[in-house]
């Protein structure tokens, strides 16, 4: 009972204290002298536009951006630290984009043997030398096969 009553009156206490401040600003505001009707003519007309002569000037170069090659873009798609090996773990937290193809029995839950069996034989699929760690030379034998269109390419 004693932390009701203590609470109460604290609170009773800030509303009092914030009443007399916002009434104290507002007696301030009110005691404000008038803004200059002159003052407000001479900021309508401003003396002219600043200029500057860029014909010398030079900025700083653009920086350079290396090109990645298909490859490189889709290694670093997994390989989250940017170490240039992609874990096991690196591999598997990207797999969640396949979970229709991972979901087999189509009950939109996905078991972890669902999604583990099918990553694990693919990452070990890629581990040539079975250290449990992708190289990009190892991560590059998972490349899709390019598609092949039926129509051609350009509009010619």
Known sequence: MNRILLGAF????????????????AQV????????????????????LPTADVAD?????????????????????????RDLKITRNEMLSTRTDAFRRLDTDGNNLLTFEEWAITTSTRFEEMDGD???????????????????????????
């Open 29 to 48: 505001e009110e005691a404000a002298p008038p803004p200059d009707p002159d003052a407000e003519q001479a900021s309508d007309e401003p003396e002219g």
């Open 130 to 156: 079975g250290d449990n760690e992708l190289t990009q030379a190892e991560f590059a034998t998972s490349a899709p096969a390019p598609r092949r269109s039926s129509r051609p390419r350009c509009n010619c």
């Open 10 to 25: 604290g609170a009773l206490l800030l509303a009092t204290l914030g009443l007399f401040w916002m009434q104290g600003r």
């Open 57 to 81: 000037l030079e900025g700083p170069a653009p920086p350079e951006a290396s090109e990645l090659t298909r490859e490189q873009r889709r290694f670093f798609r997994y390989d989250r630290n």
